[in-house]
């Protein structure tokens, strides 16, 4: 264990500093792509429902209103959900959890495991922490040097170590955490109805154009024109009845019904097991995966590897007295609430509202004096400040 609180790494020394800056730019490049091509779908859909369908092919001028209206109303709140969950400010973990560079020379020169265990239990002492790693010592993470709170974890992709950390989200280049998962949630249930919403108005479009298709195809029209021969019906039928929306107008109001379609299904499945994880207090990595399914009697080397990389990377916290995947779940009105805050006119709004400070946790009043999970000095570490949930006018990250 000595080498593995060890934070230096040697560089080859045919690695010159110009290839690492140039690396590293092209790697922050790269991050930026999902999020980009996420951006130039909003950009098309755009083009797509405002200008082919509303202005050129719906002829009432009252739907057109309407349409534009409630779509803007959606779009705005759906582009201010995703720009906070990309450029929410991530707050590193205090100074007060780093270990100092005394306790690190004491860990390194420690000659057992149960010497650094020590060392990092008595520097953890005054820290408001409960969670042990699977073995029961203190959770440290050997990178960032420090001692980590509560329900946080070390992304390997930011390079840092994230309060509440869930996942860290490609399609937003972000961590998906404390400080930024009320701003996911709505980021997901406002691309939703977005969705759903192109896909209601943009259904009776594509079934126009499906019944003049069939009809097209009924009348032998593709086999005419093929003859160089054009008919009244054949004509009419490619125009269409569409106003006045040229045939590739047509196509990207089709276009935008399925892919619209597409996106709801996979944002309905994403967003309902989110919700899922507000009403239960968890987050991805808090999840306890039943890896017993993997457990088959042919069990091959790869499966033993997914098994073994499933249990670590997805596995229920620990406390004292053993692993409770619900060991953070305080009912389900108050799970949401420590998520979306106190006030009721905020919760849909993309402006922050979750209780508490990321490090510091209640949970539930049941086991409040069992030694299984929190006793009563977790509040008595809590101090005199006002617990997060005294029903009050507001709730914010200053309560704590």
Known sequence: MASSVQNSR????????????????????????PVSFIVSIITWSYYAYVIQLCIFTIQSTVQQWIYLVLYHILLIMFVWSYWKTIFAEIEPIPEKYKLPE???????????????????????????IVTRTMSGSIRYCNRCVLVKPDRAHHCSICARC??????????????????????FMLFLGYALL??????????PY?????????????AHCDLILESGAYTKICVDMINGDFGTATSSGRYHIIFAFFVSLMFAISLGSLFGYHCYLVVNNRTTLDMLINNRRLNTHGGSFIR?????????????????????????????FKNFKEVFGNSPNLWLVPVFTSFGDGMVY??????????SLLSSERWDRWGDRARPFDERESSSFDEL
């Open 362 to 371: 209640p949970t539930p009043r049941e086991e409040e004096e069992s030694e």
């Open 304 to 332: 033993i590897m997914l098994k073994n990389l499933v249990h670590e990377a997805f596995r229920a916290p620990m406390f004292r007295g053993g692993a409770d995947k619900n060991g953070f779940s305080i009912g389900a």
């Open 162 to 183: 994230v309060l509440k950390m869930d996942h860290h989200c490609p399609w937003v280049n972000n961590c998906v955490c404390f400080h930024n998962y009320k701003f």
């Open 10 to 33: 040697i560089s080859s020394p045919g690695y010159c500093a110009c290839c690492r800056t140039c690396n590293m730019w092209c790697w922050k490049g790269f991050k930026w792509l």
């Open 206 to 218: 594509f079934i126009r154009l499906w019944k003049m298709y069939e009809e097209y195809k009924h």
């Open 194 to 203: 977005y969705c759903l919403f192109v896909m209601a108005t943009c259904l």
């Open 102 to 128: 005394a306790e690190l020379e004491k860990m390194l020169s420690a000659e057992s495991e149960d010497s650094q265990r020590t060392i990092l239990e008595n520097f953890a002492k005054d820290l408001p």
